[in-house]
């Protein structure tokens, strides 16, 4: 690349891309496994083993799965008892229901909660997580306090969380390490009787399905028993 | 080597069969996986695993899936 530019910028010809581009500026700050990914990148691309939209194409693809893809599935199972008995049964067919691509989960599996039950998901091997259905894992279920507490001391770490269990509830502790991917199916939280599909999907967090919290209480309910 | 080191030697039952699945064992050396190995998802009170160290309820339990060879008939312990 040409280098002669030797006087101020804030003019429209082409010179050194690293003095503007951003994404190259943002690189010289990384640590050094960060700096290698992308050399690998670049080398990847230079020899043309693939393309710099394949990578793309790649990343939107793993960006587009977030958690509201499980909200979909809880909320449509609440209004529903067919679609939870399916979602249970068979959660792949519940996901090809609702439009949401499961294919690349090797199997699946929905545990429920109830009055009586409380499931909860760790993968004390590594990270192993529902992507397709709750997109990329939060940073603290990868860490190594997560995942070696929560076998355990469930209860305590779920506390953490902010949630209290009377000692009465069966706590059941999935760890998830082979080729199954784990979901909870939390429980549909009370006074929500006239909510909407959607008004529901916007009260199960990534972390109700995890299991480390409950649905979240509709505004008005927790405001009224404060 | 996906059994986890806190459930070898401890007591559990068969809860479901998910199905057979390739081995990963010899996957994760290159291999083909096969012949595939029934996948088990496998009980423990949580009592059983920790004795004293578990503190909290005694109702509590823990899943995890274990592959057949990992497994042997309880009544021979």
Known sequence: MSNNHDHDHGHGHPHDVTQHDPEAAERNKLPPYGKRIYAIRDLLIEKGIVTADDIQRQVDYMEARTPANGARLVARAWIDPDFKQLLLSNPKAACAVLGIDATSLTEFVVVENTPAVHNLIVCTLCSCYPRPILGRPPDWYKSFAYRSRAVVEPRAVMAEFGTQLPEDVDVRVYDSSADMRYLVLPMRPPGTGGLTEEELAALVSRDSMIGVTQAKEPLGASTMSR | ?77
């Open chain 2, 1 to 77: 080597m996906r059994t986890p080191a806190y459930v070898r030697g401890k007591l559990g039952w068969i809860e479901r069969l998910h199905g057979e699945f390739r081995n990963p064992e010899q996957l994760a050396y290159g291999g083909d996986g096969l012949p595939r190995q029934p996948l088990y998802l496998v009980g423990f009170r949580q009592m059983d695993l920790w004795q004293q160290r578990y503190a909290e309820s005694p109702r509590d339990k823990l899943y995890v899936d274990i592959y057949e060879p990992w497994l042997e008939p309880a009544h021979e312990q």
